[in-house]
């Protein structure tokens, strides 16, 4: 059974970075998707950055020029580093990875990121 577990998350000033991680716990298949999602309370969850099959990245508009997506497959991680932060881009943090990009096999618990 594979977990998904985040780090990194925290509270940060306006136009600062953190670095997320989400470290599985077993192997997970090179030709799953994974990506890193965000939802505030009250809304729905919504895509940050996804890597697809054909190893594509993938930005929501809101991140683009700001936000990077990267997989290292040989230690099972997936980063997401995050600079000149908003407070918009405040948001519980997950990562989930699967066969598809609508078709998650595994998500993580999420991680808090504040920015203030």
């Known amino acids: 059974h594979v977990q998904l577990v985040e780090s990194g998350g925290g509270s940060v000033q306006v136009g600062g970075s953190l670095r997320l991680s989400c470290q599985a716990s077993?192997?997970?298949?090179?030709?799953?998707?994974v990506g890193w999602y965000r939802q505030v309370p009250g809304k729905a969850r919504e895509a940050v950055a996804t890597?697809?099959?054909?190893?594509?990245?993938t930005y929501a508009d809101s991140v683009k020029g700001r936000f990077t997506i990267s997989q290292d497959n040989a230690k099972n991680t997936l980063n997401l580093q995050m600079n000149s932060l908003k407070p918009e881009d405040t948001a519980m943090y997950y990562c989930a990875a699967g066969p598809t990009l609508n078709e998650y096999t595994y998500w993580g618990q999420g991680t808090q990121v504040t920015v203030s």
């Open positions: 077993g192997e997970i298949s090179s030709d799953y998707c």
């Open positions: 890597i697809d099959s054909d190893g594509i990245a």
